[in-house]
Nanobody, 121 residues
Framework: QVQLVESGGGLVQAGGSLRLSCAAS????????MGWYRQAPGKERELVAL???????TRADSVKGRFTISRDNAKNTVYLEMNSLKPEDTAVYLC???????????????WGQGTQVTVSS
C-alpha cells in the first residue's frame, strides 16, 4: 500500500503564495506519475499539475505561469509552488500518485486526504 500525506495548505490573501508538499510512504516498488488535483465546493475534481518520474510535467491552463510542480524522487515527495494566488484557486488540493506495489503487477492510483487552500480577496 501507498500512503500520501499532504501539508502546506492554509489561508492566504489574493496575490500571495503557498507551497504544498506530498510525501509518499509505505510498501511500493515504484512510483510513476505524481500530481495534484483540486476540488472546489460544487465542482468536479480537476487536474492541477502532474510530474512524471522523468521530470516531464503537465499543468492546467488556469495555473500556467503561476504554479510550478516539482518532485524529489529520493524523498518520494512532490511539491506544488503556488504564486499569484486568486480566489478561484480556493479548493481542497489532493495529492495523487500512480504506483506499483510489486514488479509485474499493474500500477494503481492512490490519493491523499487533501489539504484546504483558501484565497481571500
Amino acid at each position: 500500500q501507498v500512503q500520501l500525506v499532504e501539508s502546506g495548505g492554509g489561508l492566504v490573501q489574493a496575490g500571495g503564495s503557498l507551497r504544498l508538499s506530498c510525501a509518499a510512504s509505505g510498501s511500493f516498488f515504484s512510483i510513476n506519475a505524481m500530481g495534484w488535483y483540486r476540488q472546489a465546493p460544487g465542482k468536479e475534481r480537476e487536474l492541477v499539475a502532474l510530474v512524471n518520474n522523468d521530470g516531464t510535467t503537465t499543468r492546467a491552463d488556469s495555473v500556467k505561469g503561476r504554479f510550478t510542480i516539482s518532485r524529489d524522487n529520493a524523498k518520494n515527495t512532490v511539491y506544488l509552488e503556488m504564486n499569484s494566488l486568486k480566489p478561484e484557486d480556493t479548493a481542497v488540493y489532493l495529492c495523487n500518485a500512480n504506483a506499483k506495489t510489486r514488479p509485474f503487477v499493474p500500477s494503481r492510483t492512490y490519493w491523499g486526504q487533501g489539504t484546504q487552500v483558501t484565497v481571500s480577496s
